[in-house]
């Protein structure tokens, strides 16, 4: 179920037509249970890297990028992660999106949440990414490669290279104009996805009700054609364990 505890705020005239994303989805739900014992007591998001909460990291992210609306969805421990939003809300309109009773997953999150973002097309943001821009803004850099008529979903990736703290095996394979393709069973993948995109309103048409991944309709529209990828020019963390976080300050340090 979703609710809101903030009164909306209009939003700001947006001078000179400005960037085709206004509104962004912020993935706070998760147990974080690798990042265990750091989240005995906080939510994941709450975790400090580089002396700051991953979840203020994000924000800073959106307000440098032009977003004006968050929904961010809770979970575990949401009162905690409620009472840190209240500080937040001097740079950008907030809206929760209650998952207090059921954990619904990436897909079912944000289906659930569509009454509150509204837009056509929006940002969706994992909560527990760190990443530093490139030569452009990440946010524009996705606003500016997003192609309405072919796109149902524009997926933030990184070269497995340099998936800094990352111990997969990459995501996906990505043609010349940017289509995407899963990893192969028993692959490699050349790209690992970042917890970011760009998404349109119709990914979730006829999407299941309840609980579901978001792996589910990038499925459909890798199928369609429809799911694309860039590729992020700056830094990308993941910061999904203890461990992870040493590390990360660590390179963050080296610059």
């Known amino acids: 179920m979703t609710r809101q505890i903030r009164k909306p705020l209009a939003l700001r005239p ?35 890297v580089a002396g700051k909460p991953l979840l203020d990291h994000v924000f800073d992210r959106l307000r440098t990028g032009g977003i004006e609306r968050a929904v961010v969805n ?20 907030i809206l929760v999106s209650d998952e207090r009773n059921r954990l619904l997953e990436t897909g079912g999150g944000v289906t659930a949440a569509l009454p509150l973002i509204g837009d056509d097309r929006f940002l969706v943001v994992n909560s527990d990414n760190y990443w530093v821009d490139g030569p452009v803004d990440t946010i524009r850099l996705l606003a500016a490669r997003w ?25 996906f394979h990505m ?15 050349p790209f690992v996805y970042t917890g970011i995109q760009l998404v349109s309103r119709r990914l979730f048409e006829n999407a299941p009700e ?27 963390f993941d910061v999904g364990t203890p461990g992870a976080i040493t590390k990360t300050e660590a390179l963050l340090a080296r610059g």
């Open 14 to 48: 947006d001078p000179g037509g400005g960037l085709p994303v206004r509104t962004a989805m912020v993935m706070a739900a998760g147990l974080g249970k690798r990042m265990r014992p750091l989240t005995a007591t906080r939510p994941k998001p709450l975790v400090e």
């Open 147 to 171: 192609d309405e008529e072919a796109m149902d979903a524009l997926l933030l990736l990184v070269p497995l290279a340099r998936a800094n703290c990352h111990g997969g095996t990459g995501d």
């Open 210 to 236: 309840g609980s579901f991944s978001t792996n589910l309709l990038w499925n459909r529209a890798i199928e369609a054609g429809r799911c694309f990828g860039i590729v992020h020019q700056g830094m990308w």
């Open 74 to 93: 809770v979970h575990y421990l949401a009162d905690a992660l409620e009472a840190h939003l209240n500080h937040r809300v001097k740079d950008i309109e």
């Open 175 to 189: 043609d010349a104009i940017g289509r995407l393709s899963r990893r192969r069973q028993g692959r490699v993948a």
